[in-house]
């Protein structure tokens, strides 16, 4: 076992890969792009959101209007004719 | 006063100087390197686990504790993001995404010299099968050869539990080197 630990502590440092620093900083950077991309999007969608729910809140008023306009104003001679009878 | 050097580097990297990151990356990135080497036993696995490192204490030096050494706070980092890097391999391996002929890899040390070749893998693939806590005691005690006090803060226990873990390791180690090491 003597043999092991001197072994192990005569063993030099294994010098690390050459660009091993320009890939730490290039994911670092990336880190800060994606960081701000996220915070970008995250508006985008909200503002793509809220624009989708005007856009079908107008639609649905505009729909029902036409659709289901107040009673006084239908013609509607089923109604006009009708009578009771008892 | 490389402690003094070493916290100041830990507060520029805070407030986002890259050339403190640079120098750091210059005083430990040899020991980040050789310490996930060591765990992982494959140079590409150990350099994507020191850009993984470099990258947590970018994001996390404001959250640096003052109160421990910055070699230690390093060596705690870069021991966590090994082991979730072998849990990893582990997972994959059991998926079959790679080969569990290849676990653990077929590595001697790169520094190693050719006629200790044999004898390197045989120790390194020992230690590579060993139990999580007795691999880190051991890895940072003969391989780091930091002093027992500091492997018990990086490990969080208490020195008595790293001498417990340091017989356990040297014992399993003694009857798996054997055949390699007759004396």
């Given amino acids: 076992m003597d043999n092991i630990y001197q072994h192990l502590s005569e063993l030099p440092r294994a010098q690390p890969p ?22 970008r999007q995250f508006a985008a969608a909200a503002v793509l959101i809220t624009a989708l729910n005007v856009a ?17 104003a239908v013609d509607n001679p089923i109604v006009s004719d009708y009578e009771l009878y008892y | 006063m490389p402690q003094t050097t070493d916290r100041a580097l830990i507060a520029g990297i805070a407030n986002g100087d890259a050339q403190a990151l640079r120098e750091l990356y210059k005083m430990h990135g040899e020991r980040v390197y050789n310490t996930a080497l060591t765990y992982l036993q494959k ?18 030096a404001a959250g640096f504790k003052a109160e421990s050494q910055v070699t230690t706070w390093l060596y705690r980092i870069v021991v966590n993001t090994s082991l ?90 003694r009857i798996t080197l054997r055949p390699a090491f007759p004396d």
């Fill in chain 1, 18 to 39: 050459e660009g091993l620093l320009a890939k730490i900083e290039a994911r670092i950077g990336q880190a800060k792009v994606v960081a701000l991309a996220d915070w």
């Fill in chain 1, 56 to 72: 079908a809140l107008v639609q649905y008023s505009q729909y029902e209007s036409a659709t289901f306009p107040g009673v006084a």
């Fill in chain 2, 43 to 60: 140079s590409t696995d150990a350099e994507e686990v020191s850009q993984d490192v470099f990258t947590k204490v970018w994001r996390s």
């Fill in chain 2, 84 to 173: 979730t890097a072998l849990k990893k391999r582990q997972r994959r391996s059991i998926f079959g995404t790679i080969q569990a002929s290849h676990d653990p890899p077929d590595f001697h040390h790169p520094e190693a010299k050719m006629e200790e070749r044999e004898e390197n893998k045989a120790l390194f693939s020992a230690i590579y099968r060993l139990p999580d806590r007795q691999k880190t005691a051991f890895v940072l005690s003969y391989v780091e050869e930091l002093p027992r006090q500091q492997v018990a803060e990086v490990m969080g226990l208490s020195l008595k539990a790293i001498e417990g873990l340091l017989m356990r390791a040297k014992k399993r180690l």
